[in-house]
């Protein structure tokens, strides 16, 4: 079956870093863009960067521009989303979603395949 799934999250302190994976089966990731959203609670689902089939880097939110930095590694069929200088409003659960055109859309609505997400607690 076609499946993500994301790993990484924890509890961090104010100004500290997590590193967050996402990992396909079943398919190859890098015929897609991938696309890394975060829901906190009593929120809607938000888009934090999106990274489309060609490398291209896009949809990264204001409140983490700077800080938060999408890669991927196709041999390992993995995309990464790495988080610096972290706040206690990052907190949320982190998912990773494909989109099969392979461009990143602005609304989550429109992507495909997701993870069952990652809690990242941000907290003294």
């Known amino acids: 079956q076609l499946q993500l799934v994301e790993s990484g999250g924890g509890l961090v302190q104010p100004g500290g870093s997590l590193r967050l994976s996402c990992t396909a089966s079943?398919?190859?990731?890098?015929?897609?863009?991938i696309g890394w959203f975060r829901q906190a609670p009593g929120k809607e689902r938000e888009g934090v960067s999106c990274?489309?089939?060609?490398?291209?880097?896009?949809n990264v939110a204001d409140s983490v521009t700077g800080r938060f930095t999408i890669s991927r590694d196709n041999a390992k069929k993995t995309v990464y989303l790495q988080m610096n200088s972290l706040k206690p409003e990052d907190t949320a659960v982190y998912y990773c979603?494909?989109?099969?055109?392979?461009?990143?859309?602005?609304?989550?609505?429109?992507?495909?395949?997701w993870g069952q997400g990652t809690q990242v607690t941000v907290s003294s």
């Open positions: 979603a494909t989109q099969w055109s392979g461009f990143c859309p602005d609304s989550p609505n429109f992507y495909n395949i």
């Open positions: 079943g398919f190859t990731l890098d015929n897609y863009a």
């Open positions: 990274m489309r089939r060609s490398g291209t880097i896009t």
